[in-house]
């Protein structure tokens, strides 16, 4: 049982960054492969990036890699997410998710826990 609470969002230019957190609660946070999705209206839910620190484990969408870090501070029970370089693409509501399977993570339907998202708008 884990319970994730996203933060960080706002509005920035294109060009600029912003870092986004996942607060969890609940069920052992080392234990999981964290990750985060995006979802821009009338589109369905983009991977984003995951992490299973365990395995070593770091992966990102096609579309942010070399622009995006996905982090993780066990001590506090958060995962982040650097963006940096940020283009109006990118603008949509991010979630984190947990899941305990290592298994596709850039699928949506193999987490388990959803945050309630936060948005990221970013401006042209």
């Known amino acids: 049982q884990v319970q994730l609470v996203e933060s960080g969002g706002g509005l920035v230019q294109a060009g600029g960054s912003l870092r986004l957190s996942c607060a969890a609660s609940g069920r052992t946070f080392s234990s999981y492969r964290m990750g985060w999705f995006r979802q821009a209206p009338g589109k369905e839910r983009e991977f984003v990036s995951a992490s299973r620190w365990s395995a070593g484990f770091t992966y990102y969408g096609n579309s942010v890699k070399g622009r995006f870090t996905i982090s993780r501070d066990n001590a506090k029970n958060t995962v982040y997410l650097q963006m940096n370089s940020l283009k109006p693409e990118d603008t949509a509501v991010y979630y984190c998710?947990?899941?305990?399977?290592?298994?596709?993570?850039?699928?949506?339907?193999?987490?388990?826990?959803w945050g309630q998202g936060t948005q990221v708008t970013v401006s042209s």
């Open positions: 998710g947990a899941g305990s399977t290592s298994r596709a993570a850039d699928r949506a339907s193999t987490y388990d826990y």
